[in-house]
């Protein structure tokens, strides 16, 4: 028994064996037939690093040897685009003087020039005067003057009042005063609040609201227009001991920087 007979290859190629049903090849694609090449490699790259990075480190190992080894030269600095530049490791003694040049020192003695220096302030107004001597008295606000006369002490004074009388150990004592508006400004005070009585131990005193049969008080405040005075009786309550020594005085109730002083002695 055989087999059936084959078809014919129209190009003469002979038909594949019984079985056998590979496809033929696809015409314009054939497949890889060996193993794929291997990757290439920067040879070149490598080489300049290998080459490169020791040379950096032995230049950057020499600078420093010559910078320490230079320590005491001018370091150079150089750069690609801009000029050279010297910067000096150690300041120059430019505070030194010459050997030739003499050194000159002040005198001791006085100089035919003027001084620049200030001589000393100038005197202060007078704020120190005796009973009857008046005292020029400037306040805190702009054109506040009065001329402030103590004309009598009064030690110890009698109070005015039966009913009112100081305590007992004590006494009262009374300077009279004339305030005298010197200044452009309205004068409105309680005079009784800017005095002040003080003894030979330097114990002050502030004044009270007692009348002494003397003289009148100033009646708690006064108001003096310029060219006006007022004259008035500041009464003070002591020990009876107590001797006065001066009188203190000053302007918007005693807070004005200047202060007059008489001497009561």
């Known amino acids: 028994m055989g087999y059936p007979s084959q078809p014919q ?46 040379l950096l480190l032995l230049g950057g190992c020499s600078a420093i040897v010559l910078v320490l080894a230079d320590a005491g030269r001018d370091a150079v600095v150089t750069g690609a685009d801009s ?105 409105s005070d309680s005079p009784t609040n800017g005095a002040w009585l003080i003894d030979r131990e330097g114990q002050q005193y502030r004044s009270t609201v007692f009348d002494v049969r003397e003289g009148p008080s100033f009646g708690g405040s006064a108001t003096v227009n310029t060219g006006d005075t007022r004259k008035g009786m500041i009464v003070f309550e002591v020990p009876e001991s107590m001797r006065p020594a001066k009188f203190q005085f000053g302007l918007n109730s005693g807070f004005a920087d200047q202060k007059g002083e008489w001497s009561l002695r």
């Open 83 to 187: 000029p050279n530049l010297v910067l000096p490791t150690r300041e120059p003694a430019s505070s030194a003087q010459p050997a030739d040049e003499p050194t000159t020192q002040p005198a001791d003695g006085p100089s035919d020039g003027p001084s620049d220096e200030p001589t000393g302030n100038p005197p202060a107004e007078q704020s120190v005067a005796a009973i009857g001597g008046a005292i020029t008295l400037e306040g805190m606000d702009p054109g506040l003057k009065m001329t402030v006369t103590v004309n009598r002490l009064v030690d110890p004074a009698q109070p005015a009042s039966e009913y009112l009388k100081p305590k007992t150990g004590n006494k009262l004592v009374a300077v009279q005063v004339t305030l005298a508006n010197a200044g452009r400004a309205v004068y």
């Open 9 to 54: 290859d129209p190009y003469g190629r002979q038909p594949p064996p019984h079985g056998y049903n590979a496809q033929p090849p696809q015409y314009g694609y054939q497949p890889p037939t060996g193993p794929p090449p291997p990757p290439r490699r920067n040879v070149t790259l490598i080489v300049l690093l290998a080459v490169g990075i020791p």
